[in-house]
Structures are given as structure tokens and as C-alpha cells.
């Protein structure tokens, strides 16, 4: 699968942002696997008519988190999400995120049981999950 | 390379009458670097840009376009610069062709045919149409293959896009990254599309009122402007002091500031000190960002249709 990426011109998100939570929404769902190579900055550059320095800042901040890694000569690569364990800083931001999707949720109306058969539903278009689970109760 | 300044000013300054449209203007550019220059109509940046390729004498500072002073350009050294002006004014009585050749002569050593040729069929255009003849659009889109063909090492653009469809930006776009991606080319462009400069420009400089406001990287400006919803307690204390505020609306025990690169212990303390909480940050675009950055706080709205 080819990466894919919009950008939304005006957007509220910075463009290197843009093009982070692109990937990263792409690796977990299983649309980028572990290895995949991703394109050369300059090429990724030139497609998106963005500045080369705006991807190399959304690389950069990838490999920062662990989603990739860059081999020198080589390119930039998937890395295996088994070997990285979310940190508490990154727990944290997720359950503050959660708050507000529920919170939101609430506001308009709908009940305990209906988010969590959204919550369930979301959850299964990440097919990739269950085999990153799967291998870590088999270690 | 012994100057590591594509372009630099030295407080350069440009009397009209006893206005000042440019004013004491300090901007270093970087080789390597796409500098979008932004600021509303009236705000210096076309003045700027003809100071820099002598189309007109600064009243006292200087400016240099590689290393050499802007009144000094020499033949050589204006075949590396490419520049484009507004409304891409070019020889109208001319065909593509002879446009081609006429340009061809100013750069003896660096024009590359094969690159003119190529853009000109992408953009569907006969050489044998007369430059009057041709619509805006394409007309730009000439101007931009007659500067792109001799690969200029500093490319400067007053406003290239005024005007045109989202086609012919685009392919302006284009043309500035497969450019910027020669190594060492620098652009320096000044535009009023903000979606536009923030997908191309690694650095923005804002001038206002001919002074330089802001000169960063794109990135820096993007996360320094911020908005914020502050909630108090009691009255907001008289003395807004809150660290970085640029301005603020205020309504009842709200407040809604927009600060600039606040640093984060010193705004929490000062909530503390005042009652205050932060609500919430909104989220703001490069274009809304811009506005609240250059706008005088009294001056928000148009008018008010109840008033009449």
C-alpha cells in the first residue's frame, strides 16, 4: 500500500503535522507494516508541493516517536511497533483525549452504551491491533 | 562562501515625502532558504523588493543581494537572480519564441532550452502566440518559464500569484520546490495567500507599516502566535499583564488573549496570582494567525449593521 497523503491547505494543523498524523494514523491502521520504506524527503516534497524542510521536520519527529527508523544511505523504514512501549507522557495525552471525545459525546446526547458500540466499532477498522496483541501475550 | 547571506538588508529605509514606506528594515536571508514576505497592501514589501534589485535608492541603509550591494549589481551577478514582478509584465508585440530568444541573450552561459521548451509544452502554449494574445494565467505561466530557464541561484518574486487560478499558483509552487531543491538556491517571495506560503516557505519575515514585525521560521511562527481562553474567578484584575500579550477582548470574567510564545511557567503563575484558569486554546490557521498578529485590536470589525 502506497503512502497517501492530503494536505488540507488553511488547515488549522501545521503542515509537517499534517503529514505526522498521517502516517502515524496509516501505520496503525495497518496500511504501512513494519519495514515498508517511506518515500525519499525530496520526492515526498516535490509531490506535495511542500517545502523538503516541512517533511524532513515530520521524519524527524516520527523517528523521535519511534514510528520509523532511518538507515543511513538507505532510507526511512516502519519500525516495529513491538519493540516500543507507550510511555506515561503518551498515556496521558490519550486519556486526555478520551475525556474530551466522551465529554463531547455526552453533550449531545448519547449514552454509555451507544459510545462504547462506537468506541468497539472504530476500534475493529485497526485490524492491525489484535496481531501486535496477540504477540505480546505469546511473549 | 564567505557571506552566508543570500539577501541581507542594513536598516534599510525608504522615504516617500515625509512617509516612511520602508523603516529601518534588518532581514537576513540565508542561501538554501524559501522566505515567504509577508504584510498587508501598502506594508513596504514591493518597495523592499525594489530596493534590493535597484529599481529604486534607499533613503539611508543598505541592502545586498550575494554579498554585493544592491546599487553595485553587476552584469554577471544579475544573471544568477531570477525576478518576477507583479501582473508579470512582459513584451506584449512579442511571440513565445522571440520572448525566448530575447531573454536567452541575457544569460549566455546559463540558459537551458531543453528546460523552457519543456515547461512551455507542459503548459500547453504555442510559441508562435503573440505574449499579448494570451490570458493572465498564461501569461504568468511564461514569466515563469522565462525566469525558471536559466536556473538562478536567488529567485525573487513580488507577488507572482495575484490574480491567478489554482492551477497556474500551483504550478508557481512547483516551480519553487523543484528549484529550492537545486542545492544553495534561494527564494525570497511575497505573497497574500497564506495557504500557499505556508506550504512552500521555510522562514516567514512580516513587515508592518514598513517595519519589520516578525522574521522566523515558518514552524516557530505557527506554534509562537497563540489563543487562548482565560476564565476568572472575580473581575479581571485592570492590569492585563499577562506574560507574551499582544491583545486581548475581554467579556465579563472571560477573556480571550492572544499572546506571543508565552513561556509556560510564568502565563500558569500568573493565572495563579490572578484567579485566573485557562480555559482552552483555540486553534488557529497561518491566516488567522497573520490577522491577529497585524490587526489593531480596536479595529476588528468592518462595522456593525445596528449602528445605521
Same mark, same amino acid.
Given at each position: 500500500?502506497?503512502?497517501?497523503?492530503?494536505?488540507?491547505?488553511?488547515?488549522?494543523?501545521?503542515?509537517?503535522?499534517?503529514?505526522?498524523?498521517?502516517?502515524?494514523?496509516?501505520?496503525?491502521?495497518?496500511?504501512?507494516?513494519?519495514?515498508?520504506?517511506?518515500?525519499?524527503?525530496?520526492?515526498?516534497?516535490?509531490?506535495?508541493?511542500?517545502?523538503?524542510? $516541512?517533511?524532513?521536520?515530520?521524519?524527524?519527529?516520527?523517528?523521535?516517536?519511534?514510528?520509523?527508523?532511518?538507515?543511513?544511505?538507505?532510507? $526511512?523504514?516502519?519500525?516495529?511497533?513491538?519493540?516500543?512501549?507507550?510511555?506515561?507522557?503518551?498515556?496521558?495525552?490519550?486519556?486526555?483525549?478520551?475525556?474530551?471525545?466522551?465529554?463531547?459525546?455526552?453533550?449531545?446526547?448519547?449514552?454509555?452504551?451507544?459510545?462504547?458500540?462506537?468506541?468497539?466499532?472504530?476500534?475493529?477498522?485497526?485490524?492491525?491491533?489484535?496481531?501486535?496483541?496477540?504477540?505480546? $501475550?505469546?511473549? | 562562501?564567505?557571506?552566508?547571506?543570500?539577501?541581507?538588508?542594513? #536598516?534599510?529605509?525608504?522615504?516617500?515625502?515625509?512617509?516612511?514606506?520602508?523603516?529601518?528594515?534588518?532581514?537576513?536571508?540565508?542561501?538554501?532558504?524559501?522566505?515567504?514576505?509577508?504584510?498587508?497592501?501598502?506594508?513596504?514589501?514591493?518597495? /523592499?523588493?525594489?530596493?534590493?534589485?535597484?529599481?529604486?535608492?534607499?533613503?539611508?541603509? /543598505?541592502?545586498?543581494?550575494?554579498?554585493? #550591494?544592491?546599487?553595485?549589481? /553587476?552584469? =554577471?551577478?544579475?544573471?544568477?537572480?531570477?525576478?518576477?514582478?507583479?501582473?508579470?509584465?512582459?513584451?506584449?508585440?512579442?511571440?513565445?519564441?522571440?520572448?525566448?530568444?530575447?531573454?536567452?541573450?541575457?544569460?549566455?552561459?546559463?540558459?537551458?532550452?531543453?528546460?523552457?521548451? =519543456?515547461?512551455?509544452?507542459?503548459?500547453?502554449?504555442?510559441?508562435?502566440?503573440?505574449?499579448?494574445?494570451?490570458?493572465?494565467?498564461?501569461?504568468?505561466?511564461?514569466?515563469?518559464?522565462?525566469?525558471?530557464?536559466? %536556473?538562478?541561484?536567488?529567485?525573487?518574486?513580488?507577488?507572482?500569484?495575484?490574480?491567478? %487560478?489554482?492551477?497556474?499558483?500551483?504550478?508557481?509552487?512547483?516551480?519553487?520546490?523543484?528549484?529550492?531543491?537545486?542545492?544553495?538556491?534561494?527564494?525570497?517571495?511575497?505573497?497574500?495567500?497564506?495557504?500557499?506560503?505556508?506550504?512552500?516557505? %521555510?522562514?516567514?519575515?512580516?513587515?508592518?507599516?514598513?517595519?519589520?514585525?516578525?522574521?522566523?521560521? /515558518?514552524?516557530?511562527?505557527?506554534?509562537?502566535?497563540?489563543?487562548?481562553?482565560?476564565?476568572?474567578?472575580?473581575?479581571?484584575?485592570?492590569?492585563?499583564?499577562?506574560?507574551?500579550?499582544?491583545?486581548?477582548?475581554?467579556?465579563?470574567?472571560?477573556?480571550?488573549?492572544?499572546?506571543?510564545?508565552?513561556?509556560?511557567?510564568?502565563?500558569?503563575?500568573?493565572?495563579?496570582?490572578?484567579?485566573?484558569?485557562?480555559?482552552?486554546?483555540?486553534?488557529?490557521?497561518?491566516? %488567522?494567525?497573520?490577522?491577529?498578529?497585524?490587526?489593531?485590536?480596536?479595529?476588528?470589525?468592518?462595522?456593525?449593521? #445596528?449602528?445605521?
Amino acid at each position: 500500500m502506497p503512502l497517501w497523503i492530503q494536505i488540507a491547505p488553511g488547515s488549522k494543523q501545521p503542515v509537517y503535522k499534517q503529514i505526522f498524523d498521517q502516517v502515524s494514523q496509516q501505520i496503525a491502521q495497518g496500511k504501512l507494516n513494519t519495514g515498508d520504506k517511506l518515500p525519499a524527503v525530496r520526492n515526498l516534497a516535490a509531490e506535495l508541493v511542500v517545502n523538503p524542510n $516541512t517533511v524532513a521536520r515530520a521524519y524527524s519527529l516520527l523517528e523521535q516517536k519511534g514510528l520509523v527508523i532511518t538507515k543511513t544511505g538507505a532510507g $526511512t523504514f516502519i519500525s516495529d511497533p513491538k519493540l516500543k512501549d507507550p510511555d506515561m507522557q503518551q498515556i496521558s495525552i490519550i486519556n486526555d483525549r478520551f475525556d474530551n471525545l466522551i465529554s463531547q459525546a455526552v453533550n449531545i446526547g448519547m449514552t454509555g452504551e451507544q459510545i462504547r458500540e462506537l468506541f468497539e466499532k472504530r476500534l475493529s477498522q485497526f485490524n492491525k491491533l489484535d496481531d501486535i496483541h496477540g504477540d505480546k $501475550t505469546n511473549d | 562562501m564567505t557571506n552566508p547571506y543570500a539577501i541581507e538588508t542594513n #536598516d534599510l529605509t525608504k522615504y516617500y515625502g515625509t512617509s516612511a514606506a520602508v523603516d529601518h528594515l534588518n532581514l537576513k536571508i540565508p542561501y538554501g532558504s524559501i522566505y515567504g514576505l509577508l504584510g498587508r497592501n501598502g506594508a513596504g514589501k514591493s518597495t /523592499t523588493i525594489r530596493m534590493l534589485l535597484n529599481f529604486a535608492r534607499p533613503t539611508c541603509g /543598505t541592502c545586498s543581494i550575494a554579498g554585493c #550591494d544592491s546599487q553595485q549589481l /553587476t552584469p =554577471e551577478l544579475l544573471t544568477k537572480i531570477g525576478y518576477i514582478n507583479e501582473g508579470h509584465k512582459l513584451y506584449g508585440s512579442m511571440k513565445i519564441k522571440e520572448i525566448q530568444q530575447y531573454q536567452a541573450a541575457f544569460f549566455p552561459d546559463t540558459w537551458n532550452s531543453k528546460l523552457f521548451d =519543456e515547461m512551455i509544452d507542459f503548459f500547453e502554449l504555442s510559441k508562435n502566440k503573440k505574449i499579448k494574445k494570451l490570458s493572465n494565467g498564461q501569461r504568468a505561466q511564461v514569466s515563469l518559464a522565462l525566469t525558471l530557464a536559466p %536556473d538562478p541561484e536567488i529567485l525573487i518574486m513580488d507577488d507572482p500569484t495575484l490574480g491567478l %487560478d489554482v492551477v497556474v499558483r500551483r504550478q508557481f509552487l512547483e516551480g519553487m520546490i523543484k528549484l529550492i531543491q537545486r542545492k544553495g538556491r534561494t527564494i525570497l517571495f511575497s505573497s497574500h495567500i497564506l495557504s500557499d506560503v505556508e506550504r512552500v516557505a %521555510d522562514h516567514i519575515a512580516i513587515i508592518d507599516q514598513g517595519r519589520l514585525r516578525a522574521d522566523c521560521t /515558518t514552524e516557530e511562527f505557527r506554534s509562537a502566535v497563540r489563543k487562548l481562553i482565560i476564565h476568572f474567578d472575580n473581575t479581571p484584575p485592570q492590569e492585563m499583564n499577562i506574560p507574551g500579550l499582544l491583545h486581548h477582548r475581554c467579556n465579563e470574567h472571560i477573556i480571550e488573549a492572544i499572546l506571543i510564545a508565552p513561556p509556560e511557567d510564568a502565563l500558569n503563575q500568573w493565572c495563579k496570582d490572578n484567579n485566573a484558569n485557562i480555559h482552552s486554546e483555540v486553534e488557529m490557521s497561518l491566516e %488567522d494567525q497573520f490577522i491577529e498578529y497585524t490587526i489593531t485590536p480596536t479595529k476588528r470589525h468592518l462595522f456593525s449593521w #445596528d449602528k445605521y
